[in-house]
């Protein structure tokens, strides 16, 4: 019995990425328009599949590199430019050989997918862990000391020591493990790209609660940079609790 067109699609949308090679053999050869859309629909969705497992691959170049070193943790910031809230510090330890699809640099994907890896992220990695410094400590040590220190807390939180530490673009003071910092790191090192996304996931969860703390500033929808909507807020309502008193001294002066 010929199947229908309509059955074919309903094939083709179950099918996982491994089925699709047999999907294109069966139908390729199917005169009838509709199939042969379906089954060129299944060529690009294969093509696109191996070409992002090419760059993870690629994206793997630093551990690769550095595969002597049994524990190879990544480590990136998020929330270093923002007028109010605290700074965070991702540490990712991954397996060796370790492919999660479609991780990239945080900044680079959108709310839903950084969501969606940081679930993966943390079933699949060794250790994981976010360090956090408050706005009032920012203001007390200046935000670089303020990264430096997140970045500490979240390397001794985790549960395994790190042989190495990839950087993204920082070296670490007081800190007595073997670093090397990459330039634009959360682009070229899956580790790092991890901990840029938990940095950036675990800071953006906590300015949606603040923003059900203090409505008037809109914490939900800038996540405290410096929109003209925040800064108007900031010059109308003074400054709250979570406000980096440094970073305003210009808005309010104004």
């Known amino acids: 019995m010929i199947k229908t067109i309509g059955q074919i699609r309903t094939e083709y949308q179950a099918a996982q990425i491994q089925m699709l090679p047999d999907f294109i053999e069966a139908y390729k050869n199917d005169s ?9 629909q299944a060529e690009k969705k294969l093509r696109d599949f191996e070409q992002e ?3 993870i691959y690629n994206l793997t170049e630093y551990e690769r590199q550095y595969s002597g070193c049994a524990y190879i ?3 990136d910031e998020a929330g270093r430019g923002p007028l109010a809230g605290p700074v965070a510090a991702g540490a990712v330890i991954l397996p ?5 699809l479609y991780i990239n640099d945080s900044k680079k994907l959108s709310a839903k997918m950084r969501e969606k890896l940081y679930d993966t992220i943390m079933e699949k990695a060794l250790t994981a862990a976010v360090g956090i410094v408050s706005p009032q400590r920012i203001d007390e040590i200046n935000i670089l000391q303020a990264s430096y220190e997140a970045m500490r807390e979240a390397i001794n939180k985790l549960d395994l020591v790190p042989d190495i530490l990839l950087n993204d673009a ?3 003071p007081s800190v007595p493990i073997r670093q090397i910092p990459i330039i634009k790191g959360d682009a070229k090192s ?3 790209a991890a901990a840029s996304i938990l940095a950036k996931v675990t800071r953006d969860r906590m300015m949606d609660e603040y923003d059900r703390i203090y409505p008037e500033y809109g914490f939900a929808s800038h996540k405290g940079y410096g929109t003209k909507a ?3 807020a900031v ?3 003074g400054p709250c609790e979570i406000h980096r008193k440094t970073f305003l001294a210009s808005i309010l002066d104004a």
Not at 32 to 40: E, H, I, N, P
Not at 96 to 100: A, M, Q, W
């Open 230 to 232: 925040h800064i108007e």
């Open 73 to 75: 943790c990544g480590i």
């Open 96 to 100: 060796k050989d370790c492919e999660i």
């Open 53 to 55: 497992r090419r760059r």
């Open 235 to 237: 010059r109308r309502f």
């Open 190 to 192: 899956i580790s790092i």
């Open 32 to 40: 009838r328009a509709g199939v042969q859309k379906l089954a060129a």
């Open 170 to 172: 920082v070296t670490i």
